[in-house]
Every structure is written in C-alpha cells, then in structure tokens.
C-alpha cells in the first residue's frame, strides 16, 4: 500500500493534491487529517493545511494472489481471468493439474470461493460477490444441478414424500430453488446448519 503526504489551503485541496500524487480516486484511499491549517490575518500566520492519504487494500488483489499461492503450494500452475460485472468478480482459473483445486463433487473449489470471498470483503465496505472457477466446472456443475433437481423432484411426486438432497453450498442451493420454483406441483426449503445445510423437495398440498 502507498502513502503520501499532502499539503493544501485547506483540507479539501490537500486531500485532491494527494489523489493527484496517487493517481487514484477518494474511495480507494483512507484520509488522515495532520493539520487543518489556518487562514490568518491578511496572509499573516496562514499555515498550510497538511494531510496523509493511504491507499486501501485491493481485497480483488489479495485475494488473487491468495488463491495463486494456495495453487503453487498444491502444486498447480495457474494463471486467473479477472471479470467484474457490478458487485459479481469472476475468477476464471486456468492452468495445469486444476483437478487438485476442484475436489470431489467440487468440495476444494466451494471452499477456495468461500475463502477467497471472505479474504477479498475484508477491507471494504461496497461489497463483491467472488465467483471462483476453474475451467468449465461451474457450466458443467450447473448441467448437473439442473438433473438433479428434475429428478429429485419426479421421485418426490412419484412417492409423495419429501426428499432430501445432500448438503450443498448456499449458491447451489439458489440454483436448485430456481429451477424448481417452475413447478406448481413441488416446493423446496432449506434446513440446517451450514456448512451442511440441505434442500427439501415435497408435492404440494392439495
């Protein structure tokens, strides 16, 4: 992170004489005021307002460089896309050996994504949504989601009874809710605790 110390005629034009300096934008920066300066009597006793402005963690940044180190030390060579659309940040991974950072059923994937969400909401207060894949994992996973739920819910109509699926992070358990919320006959909830908190699918009362 950079610092620098700024001086202004007052506060305000300190802090965008800092900015300049930086080259970065107010939002991106803590301000800390050393000195509010002082007018003075016809020039006599003026003093220079002084401040030091510091630039904030780039949570994106470390959070990159987290999932780069966590790679090399499983011992996967990578290289990440970075696609920010709003409040969403897309993380696309590519490399060699990425079956080691996807896990069964996805399971070292969703916690990286967990990890590297906490890691990059640390520092600030406009949060991001971190989606974190490797290859065509999260397309493929979605194609699964999509039969799963179709067919979880045909055996719950078929035996008029509810049916519980296995524990699944919260963004999977959108993508079930969603698929299924099509169809008049079923309805889902969720029960648990995460991280073992699971989808319910039933037949709807008549």
Same mark, same amino acid.
């Given at each position: 992170?950079?610092?620098?110390?700024?001086?202004?005629?007052?506060?305000?034009?300190?802090?965008?004489?800092?900015?300049?300096?930086?080259?970065?934008?107010?939002?991106?920066?803590?301000?800390?005021?050393?000195?509010?300066?002082?007018?003075?009597?016809?020039?006599?006793?003026?003093?220079?307002?002084?401040?030091?402005?510091?630039?904030?963690?780039?949570?994106?940044?470390?959070?990159?460089?987290?999932?780069?180190?966590?790679?090399?030390?499983?011992?996967?060579?990578?290289?990440?896309?970075?696609?920010?659309?709003?409040?969403?940040?897309?993380?696309?991974?590519?490399?060699?050996?990425?079956?080691?950072?996807?896990?069964?059923?996805?399971?070292?994937?969703?916690?990286?994504?967990?990890?590297?969400?906490?890691?990059?909401?640390?520092?600030?207060?406009?949060?991001?949504?971190? /989606?974190?894949?490797?290859?065509?994992?999260?397309?493929?996973?979605?194609?699964?989601?999509?039969?799963?739920?179709?067919?979880?819910?045909?055996?719950?109509?078929?035996?008029?009874?509810?049916?519980?699926?296995?524990?699944?992070?919260?963004?999977?358990?959108?993508?079930?809710?969603? /698929?299924?919320?099509?169809?008049?006959?079923?309805?889902?909830?969720?029960?648990?605790?995460?991280?073992?908190?699971?989808?319910?699918?039933?037949?709807?009362?008549?």
């Amino acid at each position: 992170m950079r610092d620098i110390t700024a001086q202004g005629s007052n506060v305000e034009e300190a802090i965008q004489n800092a900015l300049t300096n930086l080259e970065t934008t107010r939002d991106k920066v803590e301000v800390e005021v050393l000195d509010e300066g002082k007018k003075g009597i016809f020039g006599i006793g003026s003093r220079l307002a002084m401040v030091k402005v510091i630039e904030k963690e780039d949570g994106i940044q470390v959070a990159i460089d987290y999932l780069l180190d966590i790679a090399t030390k499983m011992g996967a060579e990578i290289t990440i896309d970075v696609e920010e659309i709003g409040k969403d940040v897309k993380l696309q991974i590519k490399g060699d050996s990425l079956g080691l950072l996807i896990g069964k059923h996805g399971q070292t994937l969703n916690a990286l994504q967990y990890l590297t969400q906490l890691i990059a909401n640390k520092t600030t207060s406009q949060y991001k949504n971190i /989606i974190v894949n490797v290859g065509d994992y999260r397309e493929r996973r979605h194609e699964t989601l999509v039969l799963l739920a179709n067919k979880m819910a045909d055996k719950a109509l078929k035996t008029k009874r509810a049916v519980h699926l296995e524990p699944m992070p919260s963004f999977e358990r959108k993508i079930i809710h969603a /698929i299924l919320s099509e169809n008049e006959q079923i309805e889902t909830h969720s029960e648990g605790r995460d991280p073992y908190r699971y989808i319910v699918i039933k037949p709807v009362k008549k």
